[in-house]
């Protein structure tokens, strides 16, 4: 009988010495996977920003006032509307803005909410969203970058569409049939949005 007991005994402690050794495997690997989540945070907590990332939600006049554009310069149109104070001082137009390297190489495009008018009555604006048009032209020539332009008369089907803007060479003509990338600035979103189907635009020359 006394056999029996510390047979009963011993397998009880070797049981709970198993459970113990599961227990403390378990811990382990929950231990790892808490340490690798916090890794993986931390690392993209410490991930450079991106310029877009860097830019959105930056409040400015003109864009040399941002450190980033201050040996640019830039140009830029509202979208679909005139410009005068009504539509600045409800805060509803949007304006893109054309950052231009030191050779007029076209850098970047910036859609800018339309945000205050200030006591000295100039606006500010807002940036919301940001292209690198570099990703858009390095597979085009020298020729065809000279050439090349920001235009926000477009046509879909020879009609106007007032929330195009469009990546297109410059010809000699009324209406500009080389068009390489159109987006939509979207005012709903606050984005651009690229066009897939670009059959059917043309741009109208302001300039002939």
């Not at 690798?36 to 990332?53: C, N, R």
């Not at 020298?142 to 410059?170: G, H």
Request: with cysteine; charged share 30%.
């Amino acid at each position: 009988m006394k056999n029996y007991i510390l047979y009963v005994v011993l397998g009880f402690t070797l049981l709970s010495c198993k459970t113990d050794k599961k227990s403390t495997s378990s811990d382990l690997a929950n231990t790892v996977v808490i340490d690798s989540i916090k890794a993986e945070s931390i690392e993209e907590q410490e991930k450079p920003k991106s310029l877009k990332e860097k830019l959105i939600g930056k409040i400015y006049r003109k864009a040399y006032e941002i450190p980033e554009f201050e040996k640019y310069s830039s140009g830029g149109f509202l979208i679909g509307s005139t410009f005068n104070n009504e539509h600045i001082v409800n805060g509803k137009e949007y304006t893109v803005k054309i950052i231009n390297g030191i050779n007029d190489e076209l850098l970047y495009l910036v859609l800018n909410e339309v945000h205050t008018v200030n006591n000295d009555g100039k606006a500010r604006f807002k940036i919301i969203d940001l292209i690198e048009l570099g990703e858009f032209t390095q597979n085009l020539t020298q020729e065809q970058m000279d050439k090349l332009d920001i235009f926000s008369d477009v046509l879909l089907n020879n009609e106007r569409a007032p929330e195009l803007i469009a990546l297109a060479e410059y010809e000699e003509a009324e209406v500009l049939t080389k068009v390489h990338k159109v987006w939509r600035a979207n005012r709903k979103t606050g984005k651009f949005e690229e066009v897939k189907d670009i059959s059917g635009i043309t741009v109208v020359n302001e300039d002939f």
